[in-house]
Nanobody
Framework: QVQLVESGGGLVQPGGSLRLSCAAS????????MGWFRQAPGKERERVSC???????DYANSVQGRFTVSRDNTKNTVSLQMNSLKPDDTAVYYC??????????????WGQGTQVTVSS
């Protein structure tokens, strides 16, 4: 079993920055890739970013150039640096882990979510 815990959410003004972190525990060696999803009220869940065990990264077009996903294998954490935040980035952000696909296409484990609100 793998447990994922997100942190770092909060309120930020448009144009500001925020950094989310996800700590993984349990059978972490079984994870192929980890990434971030988000879901806003009334909208479908969106895959934001993913990073695989071989270092391959992928980003949604809506965050390309603004968000950066990284990993720290020593600390078993994955982070999402969010810059130039927009009100449309407001959502609950979920950390996810995929045992099979390196693009986080079908995550097997999910965190509890952390709220990100971009507003003046």
């Amino acid at each position: 079993q793998v447990q994922l815990v997100e942190s770092g959410g909060g309120l930020v003004q448009p144009g500001g920055s925020l950094r989310l972190s996800c700590a993984a525990s349990g059978r972490i060696l079984s994870i192929n890739a980890m990434g971030w999803f988000r879901q806003a009220p009334g909208k479908e869940r969106e895959r934001v970013s993913c990073i695989s065990s071989d270092g391959t990264t992928d980003y949604a077009n809506s965050v390309q150039g603004r968000f950066t996903v990284s990993r720290d294998n020593t600390k078993n954490t994955v982070s999402l640096q969010m810059n130039s935040l927009k009100p449309d980035d407001t959502a609950v952000y979920y950390c996810a882990a995929d045992r099979v696909f390196k693009l986080c296409l079908n995550p097997d484990y999910w965190g509890q979510g952390t709220q990100v609100t971009v507003s003046s």
